[in-house]
């Protein structure tokens, strides 16, 4: 009964078949009037891939049901496995992820059994695809890496195509850029092969976006121009031209190409407003309004603004909403209107702790509980401590300063009373002579101490003066902040929103302070350095942690290319030369300026450098730079600086065997160079 209900629906299918390719017409022409053996089977399977690759999953499972009702009365196992296989890629389309796994895993205890190890390959395919889709991106990146080996041996590229892209994908969403970034490319390779211009363009647009994140416009933009060739050719996708052409002008207004930028944000929102393509227009208004903020046509910043955020708004685009409020903040603040530029820096604020809180919890993190408020007031506490033990210093040699000025003029009085009464006593002469001259070396003596004691005097004025005056801006504004606070003109949600302004102004400080404190420990005492091995890399990454805020708010672009390497010195001397050098690079760098930190072997000893394409020093300044003199200059955003970092970096390096050099041009940047030992010195 079942074979004739086979057979039946065979012939039925012949029938109705109207539209289907001559592979179809014959197999199926074929399994009507086949022998229900073996051979039947496969030509069932056959069959069912071409049903199922043109989409007709209904008539698909028919044949799978009854190819597998066969082959169990066969007791074929290859073909019971091939059609449970199809029955779970028809179940994993329809996102039934629980009866796709089932299926899987069943076709694969069958395949294993048979030892057809491209059918295992093929489940473990399916398998990481549904993984990957529900999130589980280890769990599908095992299962895909175990099938991509196999297709690659037997140069399967359809299935290395969609194979290569799920595990780029996965790795993407594990923020894993440059594995994703390799799969792409090897999808890519397969993708030209195949000549599937639908696919190339996916690939084209993956690799742009992995370029944009790293922050390599140019590639960015090379690749975004090939999906725009590519859609060209192939008939224009409206859509995906809609999403291509902000983005595409976005990576031209970042680096600094206007005209280009214009041309392509103009022709994105023109486009996306005329397929009604909100997300698109929406990137596309936000990136012309960063585009006329800086030309400084305000009126028309306002009108895209006003109209990416209701935009905004209504898709729940955050990540579009931050860039949105931030804009309007920098506009507001160009136009001196503070109080709306402090509004939008609250509502930035607030959405920014919004989206970090929920990626908090989402990553099984829980919920921070701390007491901000407490935090300061220990801050405050603590700078405080650190300021009065400063003073106390610089007071103690004020005292110094002051004994030993009365010393030198008590004991002049003295000889000048001495050398009047011996004077009268013609036969004292020749004592007083030699008490003279004794005299005359302590006076040398005193007079070289003095004059010691004076340039420190100037130092220490001069350190006063910092201190008096840094220190005064920063713990004043920290003051006026929590006076506000105190008196009710600030709620606590809104002094909240200015911690980071109040953290900024305390690092300041923190700066100063151990910068003033190594220096005055170098002076007043000798510093011992405590020599050990450790890697080099480690101190640049802390380092960098530091200043990323302000390197991300200065938009510069910090290029880590390090590599592990040991040296041989004081841990703590080499994480204060690293960090003087590397917050002066930042200092001294404008919007869209490059740091690069690197790394190198040269003849058995360690040499690192900070470059930057910044400011420059000139070279009368260059010979002022590790003078015991302070020297210091304005940042390119008005950061203050003691003059005392590149001091403390040289007797620093050289108490550790090593030294220092730079090499600089004005307006073209500095490079300063590093050698330290990377193990101990005869």
Not at 48 to 68: C, G, H, P, T, V
Not at 334 to 356: I, M, S, T
Not at 437 to 444: G, L, T
Request: proline fraction near 1%.
């Amino acid at each position: 009964m079942r074979k004739q209900f086979f057979t039946f629906f065979t012939l039925f299918s012949i029938l109705f078949v109207t539209a289907q390719n001559k592979d179809l017409d014959s197999l199926t022409l074929q399994l009507a009037f086949q022998k229900p053996d073996t051979a039947k089977v496969n030509t069932s399977i056959r069959l069912i891939d071409i049903l199922y690759n043109q989409k007709d999953y209904k008539r698909a499972i028919m044949f799978i049901d009854e190819s597998e009702r066969l082959a169990q009365d066969l007791k074929y196992d290859k073909g019971i496995a091939q059609a449970i296989y199809y029955k779970a890629q028809i179940f994993a389309l329809k996102d039934d992820y629980y009866n796709a796994i089932d299926n899987y895993n069943k076709s694969k205890v069958i395949f294993s059994r048979v030892k057809d190890t491209l059918g295992i390959a093929k489940v473990d395919s399916g398998i990481g695809m549904i993984e990957i889709k529900r999130g589980n991106y280890n769990k599908g990146i095992e299962s895909a890496l175990s099938a991509v080996s196999v297709y690659e041996d037997n140069n399967l590229f359809e299935n290395l195509s969609s194979d290569y892209n799920n595990l780029a994908t996965a790795y993407f969403e594990t923020d894993r850029l440059e594995e994703s970034l390799e799969y792409n490319f090897k999808a890519l390779e397969v993708r030209e092969r195949l000549k599937d211009s639908f696919s190339l363009s996916a690939t084209y647009r993956n690799i742009a976006i992995l370029y944009s994140l790293k922050k390599d416009h140019q590639n960015a933009i090379s690749y975004y121009n090939k999906v725009l060739l590519l859609l060209a050719a192939s008939g224009n996708n409206l859509e995906l031209r809609g999403e291509i052409l902000p983005k595409i002008g976005q990576e031209y207004l970042n680096s600094k190409n206007y005209l280009k930028a214009a041309e392509n944000l103009v022709a994105g929102a023109r486009l996306n407003r005329n397929i009604q393509n909100k997300e698109g227009l929406l990137q596309a208004l936000n990136g012309l309004a960063q585009l006329n903020l800086e030309k400084k046509r305000f009126d028309l910043v306002e009108r895209q603004l006003f109209e990416a955020t209701a935009i905004a708004k209504e898709l729940n685009d955050e990540n579009e909403l931050l860039r949105n409020y931030e804009l309007n903040m920098k506009l507001d603040s160009a136009k001196g209107n503070f109080q709306n530029a402090f509004f939008w820096q609250r509502e930035y604020q607030n959405l920014k702790d919004k989206v970090f809180k929920r990626e908090y919890i989402n990553a099984g993190l829980g919920e921070t509980d701390y007491n901000s408020e407490s935090v300061n007031d220990k801050l405050i506490e603590e700078q405080k401590i650190k300021d009065d033990a400063n003073i106390a210093r610089i007071n103690k040699l004020k005292l110094i300063s002051y004994i030993l000025l009365g010393a030198f003029a008590i004991v002049s009085t003295f000889l000048l009373l001495v050398y009047l009464k011996r004077n009268s006593n013609v036969k004292y002469t020749k004592d007083l002579e030699e008490k003279n001259k004794q005299i005359q070396e302590q006076n040398e003596a005193i007079l070289i101490q003095s004059k010691k004691l004076e340039e420190t005097n100037v130092v220490k004025d001069k350190l006063f003066s910092i201190v008096s005056h840094d220190l005064k801006d920063s713990v004043s504004s920290i003051k006026a902040f929590l006076d506000l606070l105190k008196e009710g003109s600030l709620s606590s949600k809104e002094f909240n929103d200015l911690i980071p302004e109040l953290s900024e102004n305390a690092d300041n400080a923190s700066l100063l302070l151990y910068n003033l404190l190594n220096w005055s420990k170098s002076q007043m005492e000798s510093l011992e350095p405590k020599p050990e091995y450790f890697n080099i890399q480690e101190v640049f990454k802390d380092k960098i942690k530091i200043v990323e805020q302000k390197v991300e708010k200065k938009k510069i672009i910090l290029m880590d290319e390090t590599i592990a390497d040991t040296i041989y010195a004081d841990r703590s001397m080499v994480e204060i030369i690293v960090q003087n050098l590397l917050t002066n690079a930042v200092k001294f760098c404008n919007s869209g300026d490059i740091i690069s930190i690197s790394n190198q072997v040269i003849n058995g000893r360690c040499q690192f450098f900070i470059k930057d394409t910044g400011v420059g020093i000139s070279k009368e300044n260059q010979e002022k730079l590790f003078k015991s003199n302070s020297f210091t200059t304005i940042g390119t955003t008005n950061e203050k600086g003691t003059g005392l970092g590149l001091t403390i970096c040289k007797e620093l390096i050289e108490l550790n065997h090593g030294k220092i050099w730079l090499e600089s041009s004005l307006n073209m940047g500095s490079k300063f160079y590093v050698e330290l030992p990377r193990g101990k010195t005869v």
